[in-house]
């Protein structure tokens, strides 16, 4: 078995896929070499030994906190939804106030607001009128609004976020918004969890790479048939953006069969929702890519709007660098290479390819009346 089960009761589906497909990944890491055990160390001895009165969730959540710093695709929770909300806001209603605003009624006042008669006004804003405006607001009108704001109507909002219908979201995150702010492990039974830690040292965690990623595809709920037999043969100077609806999956089949190309200087792949970005993260991972920047949150609406960078073929402009990097190439090999100095895969010029799921299969775009317009020039196969 190479995926953990999913339980049959009234779980939070959503929460549980995407913990357990991460457990998976970082345990698959553990075993490859990439990073300390943890999940796999004999009886979880470290934990055991320092969890004190934490519980399985809190364990998981701690490794997952640890592995965001590199990786925020698929491990920081802001990057699959778009919510920015800390994780404790769960516990207060999903307020984004701080924890110890609680304490203060729940009004996200500072400690010493009560001293200002709990107004929240700093002191020095008596001077304003008690308004609590910076000394600056008053040539705004007294409206607190930063100068450029006056241009968007007084809203706050960035240029770009009338587009967006003036929230500010980017288009895919007004539907993950919800779903973003659920996905955590302490939502999840801790007897849940002690199951999976237990059941994690007897998975195919050597599985063969392309096992593996169908295996969390499927967990994931993407669509894990693709004809990856049928891709073109990219070159270490080609450009590729992977469209919405595989969550890289074409992606880490050309990287783990093409051994001078990677994630970082070939590929941009768009994802379209949490569990594509998730899948993402995952492929990344798999191949020891040093972060996630390789995906980026579009949907199919996003790459309607014909000014989005990926459009432009603007994405990002990272020079290319040269990197030595290591990754399981089998059930029991690792080798090492070296990516040599060129040209990164979001340089600012076109696509050279243009990859997706084929619309009989569920795939958002076609290709006479849509990608060829949208990306002339570029190779477009639908899979």
Known sequence: MISLELPSTNTDRNTAAWTASLLVALARDEVAGRRPARLTEPGLATWNRFRGRLSAPDFIDLLFEDAAVLHHIPFALSKLGGTGQAPNQQELGGTGQAPNQQKLGGTGQAPNQQKLGGTGQAPNQQKLGGTGQAPNQQ??????????????????????????????????????????????????????????????????????PEDYIAAQARLLGVPSRLARSELHVVKPHHKVLELPGTGGQLAHHLVSTHAELSLRDNFTVACGSW???????????????????????????????????????????????????????????????????RPSAQSTRNFDFVLGLHPDKGGLFRVDDQLAIWFSGAKILLV
């Open 275 to 341: 569990r594509e970005l998730t899948l993402a993260g995952i492929v990344g991972l798999d191949l020891a890519a040093p972060n996630t920047d390789f995906a980026v949150a579009a949907d199919g609406a996003a790459l309607r709007d014909p000014e989005h960078p990926l459009r432009q073929g603007t994405w990002g402009n990272r020079p290319g660098a040269q990197s030595t990097r290591t990754w399981e190439n089998g059930p029991s090999a690792q080798s090492t290479r070296t990516l040599e100095n």
């Open 139 to 208: 040539k705004l009108g007294g409206t607190g609004q930063a100068p450029n704001q006056q241009k968007l109507g007084g809203t706050g909002q960035a240029p770009n976020q009338q587009k967006l219908g003036g929230t500010g979201q980017a288009p895919n995150q007004q539907d993950q918004q919800e779903i973003a702010s659920e996905l955590r492990a302490s939502r999840l039974p801790s007897a849940l969890c002690e199951r999976w830690l237990e059941a994690l040292p007897g998975l195919e965690l050597r599985a063969k």
